[in-house]
């Protein structure tokens, strides 16, 4: 198996090309998830970025077995109605 350096792990075996992580990115506030979703999709170590635009549709997407369950969940803390931290709660 080849292994390839990564920052701080210099024994990380190298990832097949289709690889990758899944993230789900969820932010109330159109350009501030437009601008994590840009962020996000520039780490090559990220293979696909789903949003959502309120923890309800974010809990909805998350129980959806047609979708990859991601890998890390970016959620905003203040949004109307259930927020990130309760959408933590029901997660955890």
Known sequence: ?????LPGNSTAPAEPANAGLV???VDDEAPALDELIYLLGQDHR?????SAND???AFRLLQD???PTPDLVVLDIRMPGLDGIELARVLA
């Open 55 to 57: 923890a309800t549709g």
């Open 23 to 25: 993230v789900l990115a």
């Open 65 to 67: 077995p047609s979708r």
């Open 1 to 5: 198996m080849s292994r390839v350096p």
């Open 46 to 50: 990220i293979n696909l970025v789903c």
